[in-house]
């Protein structure tokens, strides 16, 4: 188990141009990538298989999010990431193995920023709506 309080959070590297953006894989449909404009891809989500599809039924509580005392953990064959809110930071940390401690790759992400990119993507697959444009666009 790894122990937080024994990583200086103040020396992981923050990203200020974080934004969040599908990418086709062959067979796998589209998958989640976190990335920077400046430093291109930070990690992503192998095993979330057509993403795109589980967009359109997120909503804000859905997003991979947890605290320093029970943070968000995923992990597949090969790999593990695990995502927390502190401080007015959002940490990521990835590593090549399913129960990988090193976290070779590790990044933090002011709050209201990775809360606007995953806004921004859930935006694009499952767009908020008024009721009257429900029932005028021949949808209901």
């Known amino acids: ?3 937080w309080n024994d990583i200086d959070l103040d020396t992981v590297e923050e990203i200020d141009d974080f934004a969040i953006e599908l990418r ?9 990538h976190y ?14 298989e057509h993403a795109d599809r589980d967009l359109r039924h997120f909503v804000a509580g859905d997003v991979p999010l947890g605290t320093i005392d029970v943070p968000f953990e ?10 927390f809110e502190e401080g007015g930071f959002v940490y990521i940390f990835e590593d090549d193995r399913p129960t ?9 992400v002011p709050k209201n920023l990775y809360f606007f990119a995953w806004a921004a993507l859930i935006g694009q697959y499952n767009p908020m709506v ?6 005028t666009s021949g949808d209901a």
Not at 24 to 32: A, L, S, T, Y
Not at 35 to 48: D, H, R, Y
Not at 130 to 135: A, G, K, N, R, Y
């Open 35 to 48: 990335i920077s404009a400046s430093l291109g891809e930070l990690v992503w989500f192998p095993a979330w």
């Open 100 to 108: 990988g401690t090193r976290f070779p790759r590790r990044f933090r």
């Open 74 to 83: 995923d992990n597949d064959e090969g790999w593990r990431i695990v995502i």
């Open 1 to 3: 188990m790894t122990r």
């Open 130 to 135: 008024s009721v009257d444009d429900l029932f």
């Open 24 to 32: 086709e894989m062959e067979d796998c449909g589209k998958i989640v």
